[in-house]
């Protein structure tokens, strides 16, 4: 496979053997053709995995006649980070990940992550034949069913091979529809040498539900009486692929926006003047004091999680209106005013439809006058502007070792403006998705939930894959790459470039401030200097440099950028840095609930509710 060439899938009906069409007397193939045949119908183009036990008797099938294109990870997990970020950006299980019995457990925090982050994802996994499951054999996984059925959005445990076409379809579709989540396919080494007659169809994925013509209405009539209004947008609208909707319909009605803390970042570009920041305690503050000015929330495509609402303590308006694909996100945490279970895109397209029609002369159709809001777009573009002069001045160029917000800003500035950054977890990914700044709409690859550490390098890997055009960086935490830097040899094996920065500060730093916050002496936050991270790159065949002064990051990353393969820097940062909050009195991630007591004195408790 060609890692510079965008995959192109497009799958004709009379190139399925089996189609329809072929009377079932003739229909015949092994299970793990049909396997092969039902993936490729149903629009899965790449193939991530880790060899074991009795893989062979499906990959045999998987990457015969060029069916499929296929990564092999170094690890089981791994392998399904990098599945996990290909179908992020592809916005469907556009990939598979397969795994021997034993290793599928090691694959489980990135199934657990794609049903809590809503990211489409799709895993085989390879078993014992079913008669071993009356003995004890090597390496016994009878119970990985039940193990991983708990956080599966779709799992099947499959024996024979008769219905594998249609079960596969349903994995698929599953993994794809409605809220995204894991699909897990639990197959017997001996199916896969069974036969089946069933025809293999073509997957057309069903189109997202969209909400009722009078829920539309409704929002539009509160959206123009609102005289502080807000769009307030999460990863649902990007995972639907609704930026475009979402930016026509803010300049059509002149309504500021607010993205949440992770999910929704790179919607709009930064400096869109409609743009009020991300929320949050590792936020905007002038995203969260837009927001608790407001009269009226539009929600689309939010779950109100705890990081996007400074454990639920912002000041919610008397008015929301919540959209959500999935039902069950629907009044879950309080009662809106209207909530509709409908997919962004599909939403915001009505919406905008209706407005469009709706207003001429300035007088909706209906003879209602929409409110002036001039006044509060220029109260939200102040307060912006306070808070971008704020964060400037935390961008310390002069500060060794390197001050983290310099590092985000040069990466920025220097950077092609439509760079996909993927940061790791922890105090690294809080800095990089408050404070770089997004130029372009920008595909997240990463969910706002689980944030695994470690899953940085696999995700912006598949991310690349994905997406061959754009310049990948996977900006990881020191702490974070000691999971997953074996990845650094992938890279160089499939001449796959992506730029890794490692912004070291020799410890877990979100961890660190934390335990210190709470009056914890920690020592498994403080890691090692004496780890060469540029030695270890370039013995697994990936060239790069150490950067310890502010004056080497520009002629560094121009090196990086220059570079024919992948390449790291190594930055070391400055330790001690302390996250600002972007919302007073709020203790980050601890949140409410918590001991009363020292520096957590001030915490103030969930609103909504208490």
Known sequence: MSTDQSIEHHVELDEIPGAPDTP???IRREGSEAIADALVASGVEMIFGYTGGSVPALARSLFTEDKLAEFGGRTELTAAWMSYGYNRVKRRAAS????????????APAVYASKLDGTPFMMMVMNNPPAYEARDPLQDAVEVYSSLKPISKYIKKVTDAGDLPVIVRQAVKEASTGRFGPSVLDLAQTAMYQTTNMAVEALELPRPPAARADDVAKTLELLLQAERPVLYVGAGVHIADAAEELRELAELLGVPVVSTSWGGRGLLPDAHPLYAGA?????????????????????????????????WSL?????????????????KIFQPTLGMPA?????????????????????????????????????????KAEWQTEMNSWYDGTEVPINQYFLIKTLSDNLPEDTLVVADSGGNAFGMYRAFEYKTVTP???GGRYMSLGAGLPVAMGAKLADPSRTVVSYHGDGGLYYDFMELSNLAQHNLKV??????????LANRASAKASGIDNPWVDLPQTTDFVAVAKGMGVDGERVETPDQLVPAIERALAAEGSYVLDVHTEPGLRLVRALSGIIPIVGDRTPKKGHLADVIEGSWPS
């Open 444 to 446: 997240l690859a990463t």
């Open 499 to 508: 730029i890794v920065v490692i912004d070291n500060n020799h410890c877990l």
């Open 279 to 311: 929320s949050g305690n590792f936020g905007w503050r002038s995203a969260n004091d837009t927001l608790q000015r407001s009269d009226f929330w539009l929600a689309v495509g939010t779950s109100f999680s705890q990081m996007s609402t400074g454990s």
């Open 24 to 26: 079932p007397s003739e």
């Open 315 to 331: 000041k919610k308006p008397d008015t929301v209106v919540h959209v959500d694909v999935d039902q069950r996100e629907i009044a």
């Open 343 to 383: 997919d962004a895109k599909e939403f915001l397209s009505q919406l905008l439809d209706l407005a469009k029609r709706s207003l001429s002369g300035g007088t909706a159709s209906n003879g209602l006058v929409p409110a002036d809001i001039s006044p509060w777009r220029e109260e939200t573009a102040g307060i």
């Open 96 to 107: 598979a990940v397969v795994s021997w019995a034993v290793g599928a457990l090691h694959v």
